[in-house]
C-alpha cells in the first residue's frame, strides 16, 4: 500500500512562489509515475505535472509548464511541486498521486486513474 502526504499549502498573495511536498510511505518501485493534480473550487479535477520515478521524465499541463517545476529526493522519499508566479487561477486543492506501469502523459491527462491518492493540499492566490 502507497501512503501519500501532501505539505505546502497555504495563502499567497498573485505573483508569488510556493513549494509543496509529498511525501510517501514505502518504497516507490522504479515503475511509478507520480503526479500532481489540483482541484479548483466548483471545477473537475486536472492533472498538474507529473514525474516518472526511474527516468525522471516530466510532463507539465500547458498553463504550467513555465512557471512550474516537479522534482523528486529520493532519499527523502518527497516529490516536490515548485510553483512560481501565481495567479488567482492556481487557486485549489493540489493533491498527490501515484500508479504503476503507465506514462507521465497518460497520468497528468488523466486517461486512468491513479491507484493511490494523499488527502490534498490547499493553495489560496489572492490579495
Known amino acids: 500500500q502507497v501512503h501519500l502526504v501532501e505539505s505546502g499549502g497555504g495563502l499567497v498573495q498573485p505573483g508569488g512562489s510556493l513549494r509543496l511536498s509529498c511525501t510517501y510511505s514505502?518504497?516507490?518501485?522504479?515503475?511509478?509515475?507520480i503526479g500532481w493534480f489540483r482541484q479548483a473550487p466548483g471545477k473537475e479535477r486536472e492533472g498538474v505535472s507529473c514525474?516518472?520515478?526511474?527516468?525522471?521524465?516530466?510532463y507539465y499541463a500547458d498553463s504550467e509548464k513555465d512557471r512550474f517545476s516537479i522534482s523528486s529526493d529520493k532519499a527523502k522519499n518527497t516529490v516536490y511541486l515548485q510553483m512560481n508566479s501565481l495567479k488567482p487561477e492556481d487557486t485549489g486543492v493540489y493533491y498527490c498521486?501515484?500508479?504503476?506501469?503507465?506514462?507521465?502523459?497518460?497520468?497528468?491527462?488523466?486517461?486512468?486513474?491513479?491507484?493511490?491518492w494523499g488527502q490534498g493540499t490547499r493553495v489560496t492566490v489572492s490579495s
Open positions: 498521486a501515484a500508479d504503476e506501469h503507465t506514462t507521465v502523459r497518460a497520468m497528468c491527462r488523466m486517461l486512468l486513474d491513479p491507484g493511490y
Open positions: 514505502r518504497f516507490i518501485l522504479d515503475h511509478y509515475i
Open positions: 514525474i516518472d520515478y526511474k527516468s525522471g521524465n516530466t
